[in-house]
């Protein structure tokens, strides 16, 4: 890999000499946070070129071609590519920005045959920040700060129901989504929810179990679910459903990455009022007198 020379000046003027460089299979790995990356895309140090840091072309491990850059823009760019100056990205990631054309030639081809590959794209003499490194540190505090809807809970039977009794609850929630903007990015958020923690409000708690239930049919109202509870005391009982909620996020439409740690949200508690049932005999025959005492 050689050094030949870079040189940019202002004004979308530039002296076409280039730096080349051969992409090792090192440097085409798949991007990670890599060393200084925005969104998707991995800026780091180019293969041969001391402090010149961009996005190589090529991702493959195994590729035929080396690659050159030349500064972009230039007069001889002007007939070639007539919006070139309009269409030029404003390279301001990092100090000492320029952008440049990618072309490529065969590593068989002696002397090279330089094709164009890509392009314009931008070229640093100082390492840009690692955005998404700081973007990772924050999203756990950011995620928690999300106006995430908390499940929905209901009983049956409900507001009332019997001692003794089976009673069902169930939890309703949903996958969420939202956008922000953090460091100047924008981020996509969606919580989903994962896992609940029941409190019966006697004491008895349940989880976290991934378990929401779920309403039943009239006619099966007081059969046993994975979410009922029999109470043993009247009275009344708030019911809370804590959701437990798991997090992705991705930097200006990359992809989706996953938020360390959960987004807690508990409901509203729901009131239910706990009766007792008292059976009394009467000598009456419904069917003969209507309007009985028990009747």
Not at 270 to 291: G, I
Request: glycine share 8%.
């Amino acid at each position: 890999m050689k050094i030949l020379q870079f040189l940019a000046a202002a004004a979308c003027v530039f002296v076409l000499i280039t730096v080349q460089a051969e992409v090792s299979s090192a440097a085409a790995d798949t991007p990670s946070w890599g060393d200084g990356s925005i969104g998707s895309r991995v800026l780091s140090r180019l293969p041969g070129a001391a402090e010149l840091y961009g996005e190589l072309p090529a991702t493959q491990a195994f590729n035929p071609f080396i690659y050159e850059f030349r500064p972009a823009c230039v007069t001889a760019d002007q007939v070639l590519f007539p919006q070139c100056s309009a269409s030029m990205p404003k390279c301001k990631e990092a100090g000492g920005g320029s952008a440049v054309y990618w072309y490529k030639s065969l590593k068989s081809a002696v002397p090279p045959k330089w094709v164009f590959d890509s392009g314009p794209t931008c070229i640093y003499t100082e390492k840009p920040r690692d955005i998404l490194a700081e973007i990772a540190a924050q999203i756990s505090h950011e995620f928690q700060k999300t106006p995430v809807q908390p499940a929905t809970v209901g009983s049956q039977p409900g507001p009332h129901t019997l001692r003794g009794q089976e009673t069902n609850f169930y939890a309703l929630a949903h996958e969420q989504q939202f956008t922000i903007t953090l460091l100047g990015q924008k981020i996509h958020l969606t919580a989903t929810p994962t896992t609940y923690t029941w409190n019966y409000g006697d004491g008895t708690t349940w989880g976290p179990t991934p378990t929401a239930g779920a309403p039943l049919p009239d006619d099966r109202i007081g059969e046993q679910t994975q979410t009922s509870h029999i109470y043993t005391a009247t009275g009344k009982y708030a019911i809370t459903v804590t959701t437990h909620f798991t997090g992705t996020y991705s930097v200006n439409g990359g992809p989706a990455l996953p938020i360390p740690g959960q987004g807690h949200i508990p409901s509203p508690p729901l009131p239910l009022t706990v009766w007792r049932a008292v059976t009394h005999n009467y000598a009456d025959n419904c069917n003969e007198n209507p309007h009985g005492t028990g009747c």
